[in-house]
């Protein structure tokens, strides 16, 4: 089977486009995305700048008091400008709370990247008429301090709203029907619109608070969960990459979820997806019997080594016997108490009871010292073993292949597991030295408590619960690679070797060891549509929507929305979608009743190309707001048109009069 690489595709820095006298007054058409931004001139076949609508806004750097120097902020970076998001990724700004604009900050700055990539540079002046998209019902607040933005700061002549899908519905195709269904997947909400007789129906139009965001965090979570040891490595990036590589969505999910219990259906549709490693050189030039000759030598020191240190500690424990038995020879032979008091003070002991004790402690260690010495001695004289009598694994007698089969299967998934724990304390130990990881902080916030106690009142370690906070602080989190562990991986190697010779662990241990592989994952994901309450929201899937807005109309309504469904949005895009949905409107609407469901094409930039289409016409200029209509008519004002929100004016706030 294929392996999968991550293609990590990083950000294309804008290039400033040229800004040529036959520009003058011309449109610029702007699709305001809650997560990518498309802005071109209106003459323009293709958006100029396509860029996510982000910006990485780094901390200022910690001065010293003593210094007098002048802090220099670090740099914005806007758009396309963010090489790699990853790496910013708790530094990332928007200026949207889900799909509504309410950050005019980072606004501004996206809005300075638009007009210079496009080459203008009048100061303090955008020469330029604007037609923007703006969310569904956007709120009045929201569009008039857009307006404030573009009309005071930016001084533009006018501006032109209108809502993304249907500028994509009514202008980007070529022939539009009266009456449709339109379903708009956004990044952050999905929006199902009516359209009856060319009208679009505010009333019945309803939202759900689940979109392309939502998809993404809930596949970076499931994969991060199955592969612990490899959170890091999986990030909301890559979660994006395979939900429009390899992801689709399920025409019945309760019948995937059987098909993929089955193994043989999930050996032959698994995906295997290679995240990024680096393998250590082990180039050695030593041979077999070189290295054999080499651990032998190795052996012999550690064997040296442990012979001196239990001799000197033999030594150091005669040493301090005798002088203790000294002591205690001052009370039973001479009887000196005053001078047996002095020398039990002097050697930390309070009575003669304590002496007693570790006098025989120390006679006990002693002969225990000497019992691996002459054990050692004794090892050291035995002939060593040949090499052609070492024990050899015993071949079990299987009933079938079948029962051999599923006997190395195991033991190959006993070994993967150790293997995945030993990864995961690999990964764990790198972790505790970093800074900004889950496991060092609450290394560091230990430490920090520990080393918060008064002066004078040390006494960590008196206590056993003290080791348990020991390990959990120290370096490798108290927890390493055991003997038993590592005999236990050894045992099974041997055992996959004589069951199953062609498997080839050793040259296949470092990658598989970091392949995700993801089955039914690359439906549950995208599901998270149809089934919201799967991240704990308690709203209503896609298609339970759908039927309620058809219930909302007349039966005739009905028949012509069912009739034209459209579908727009990137998440459009997700092999399935089309299907799932006109299947799930086959099942609620009535028998031979006509449903028809499109993907609109070209969904991602068909917005830019309907609301470019609508600055080049006439009535345009007649629904554009100026800015005397600014001034005259409030922030807030709207010019109401086929592709628009519906303006209702702010109610004026009303002074009560009270009566004492």
């Known amino acids: 089977m294929d392996v999968i690489e991550f293609q990590d595709v990083k950000c294309v820095p804008d290039v400033v486009h040229t800004y040529t006298d036959d520009l003058n007054s011309i449109p610029i058409v702007i699709d305001n995305g809650s997560y990518y931004c498309r802005a071109g001139w209106s003459t323009s076949e293709e958006p100029l700048l396509i860029f996510k609508n982000l910006i990485a806004k780094p901390r200022k750097e910690r001065s010293k008091k003593d210094t007098n120097e002048v802090i220099q902020a670090p740099p914005l970076q806007v758009g396309n400008d963010i090489i790699n998001i990853e ?18 900050e980072a606004q501004e700055h996206l809005f300075d990247y638009t007009f210079s990539h496009l080459g203008i540079d009048t100061d303090k002046c955008i020469p330029h008429p604007i037609v923007m998209t703006e969310p569904y019902l956007n709120p009045n607040s929201s569009r008039q301090l857009m307006s404030e933005l573009l009309f005071e700061c930016y001084n533009v002549p006018s501006i032109c709203y209108g809502i993304d899908s249907l500028f994509a519905y009514n202008f980007s195709q070529s022939e539009p029907s009266n009456d449709a269904l339109i379903i708009s997947m956004g990044y952050h909400t999905i929006h199902v619109i009516p359209i009856i007789d060319n009208e679009t129906n505010f009333e019945n139009t309803r939202r759900i608070n689940t979109g392309g965001f939502h998809v993404i965090s809930f596949l970076h979570r499931i994969l991060q969960l199955k592969y612990p040891a490899h959170t890091n490595a999986i990030t909301l990036s890559r979660a994006e990459e395979l939900l429009h590589s390899i992801c689709s969505i399920a025409t019945d999910y309760r019948e995937e979820l059987k098909r993929w219990n089955d193994v043989d259906y999930y050996e032959k549709n698994i995906k295997k997806i290679q995240l990024p490693y680096s393998v250590a050189s082990t180039s050695s030039t030593l041979t077999a019997e070189q290295q054999k000759e080499r651990k032998k030598e190795l052996a012999r020191r550690l064997t040296e080594i442990n012979a001196r240190r239990r001799g000197e500690r033999l030594a150091e424990d005669e040493e301090k016997l005798v002088k203790l038995q000294e002591i205690y020879e001052l009370w039973e032979v001479h009887n000196d108490a005053e001078e047996f008091e002095y020398a039990l003070g002097e050697n930390g002991f309070e009575s003669s009871d304590e002496l007693e004790k570790s006098i025989n402690l120390l006679k006990m260690r002693i002969k225990k010292t000497k019992q691996k010495i002459l054990a050692a001695n004794s090892a050291e004289e035995l002939p060593e073993e040949p090499p052609n009598k070492q024990q050899k694994l ?46 060092g902080q609450e290394r560091m916030r230990i430490i920090s408590q520990l080393a918060r106690k008064e002066k004078g009142n040390d006494d960590f370690g008196m206590r056993d619960e003290d080791w348990d906070i020991y390990k959990t602080i120290s370096r490798d989190g108290g927890d390493s690679d055991s003997e038993a562990e590592n005999e236990k991986l050894l045992e099974l190697e041997e055992v996959i070797k004589t069951y199953d010779p062609t498997d080839d662990a050793d040259s296949l241990a470092p990658a598989e060891a970091y392949q995700l592989h993801i089955g039914i994952e690359m439906y549950r994901a995208p599901e998270l549509l149809f089934k919201p309450y799967m991240i704990g929201s308690g709203e209503a899937g896609l298609s339970e929507v759908i039927g309620y807005v058809l219930k909302l109309f007349s039966p005739e309504d009905q028949l012509k929305l069912a009739g034209n469904v459209i579908i727009t949005g990137t998440l ?31 969904a991602s930039l068909a917005p830019w190309h309907g609301a470019k289409a609508f600055s080049n016409t006439e009535i345009c200029k007649n629904f554009s707001i100026t800015k005397r209509d600014y001034e005259e008519l409030g922030g807030d004002y709207l010019k109401h048109h086929i592709a628009s929100n519906w303006y209702t004016p702010t109610p004026k706030e009303q002074l009560v009069e009270v009566d004492n």
């Open 572 to 602: 459009s895009q997700l092999p399935g979608l089309k299907k799932r949905i006109l299947t799930d409107l086959i099942s609620i609407r009535p028998f031979h009743s006509i449903t028809n469901v499109t993907i609109m094409p070209n």
């Open 394 to 439: 015993n071949k079990i007698v299987f009933e079938n292949e079948k029962a051999m089969h599923s006997y190395v299967q195991n033991a190959k998934k006993l070994r993967q597991d150790i293997l995945s724990k030993k990864l995961s304390r690999k990964q764990k130990k790198q972790d505790m030295a970093k800074r900004r990881t889950a496991a």
């Open 87 to 104: 790496a910013v990724r708790f530094q990332l700004k928007t200026q949207f709370d889900r799909n509504v604009v309410t950050h005019f």
